[in-house]
C-alpha cells in the first residue's frame, strides 16, 4: 500500500490534519447470500453535517483524528474505538487525505466531532443496503421505448 507516498503528493495535508473517520455497515453479496461487513471510511465534512441533520446512515459510529494517527509510513493503523474484524476500505489513504481536505476549508465542521472523541448518536439504519461488490447489468430489455416522433420536429 502507497500510503506514505500519498500523504507526500498532498502537501497541503499534514499528518496533524484533521479529519472524521466512520464505520459504516456495508454489505457483499456472495452466491446469492448478503452478508454484512464492517467498514473503516473517512466522512467529509459535508457528509458529516448531513448526517449530523438526522437523514438516515449506515455509520454506527465516527471518531475525530488526525492523518498522522491513521496512515504511519506504509501502513493504515486502525483507531482503537473500531472492532477488530472492521476492515480500511478501498483507497482509504487518497480518501482520507481528500476528507481532511474538507475540514480544512470548513473549520467549523471540526467541531461537530472535536479530536480524540466519538460519537454515535446517528440515525443508523440499513434498510437500504450498501452493495459493495454489486455489479449493474444493462440489457437490451432494461431500455425505454419511445414513440418514433419523439425526436422529429413536426
Excluded: W
Amino acid at each position: 500500500m502507497a500510503a506514505a507516498t500519498s500523504l507526500d503528493l498532498a502537501p497541503d495535508v499534514s499528518t496533524d490534519s484533521y479529519l472524521v473517520v466512520g464505520l459504516a455497515t456495508c454489505f457483499i453479496k456472495e452466491d446469492g447470500e448478503v452478508h454484512a461487513v464492517k467498514v473503516i471510511e473517512p466522512i467529509p465534512s459535508a457528509a458529516l453535517e448531513a448526517i449530523l441533520k438526522g437523514i438516515p446512515t449506515s455509520y454506527s459510529l465516527a471518531c475525530g483524528t488526525t492523518l498522522g494517527e491513521l496512515i504511519t509510513g506504509a501502513s493504515l493503523q486502525k483507531p482503537t474505538e473500531f472492532p477488530p474484524e472492521s476492515q480500511f476500505c478501498d483507497d482509504f489513504a487518497e480518501r482520507a487525505i481528500a476528507a481532511a481536505r474538507t475540514y480544512q476549508s470548513r473549520t467549523q465542521a471540526q467541531s461537530h466531532i472535536p479530536l480524540g472523541t466519538t460519537r454515535q448518536d446517528f440515525n443508523y439504519s440499513t434498510e437500504r443496503k450498501r452493495v459493495l461488490n454489486q455489479t449493474r447489468i444493462v440489457r437490451t430489455e432494461d431500455d425505454v421505448k419511445q414513440h418514433e416522433y419523439t425526436h422529429k420536429v413536426l
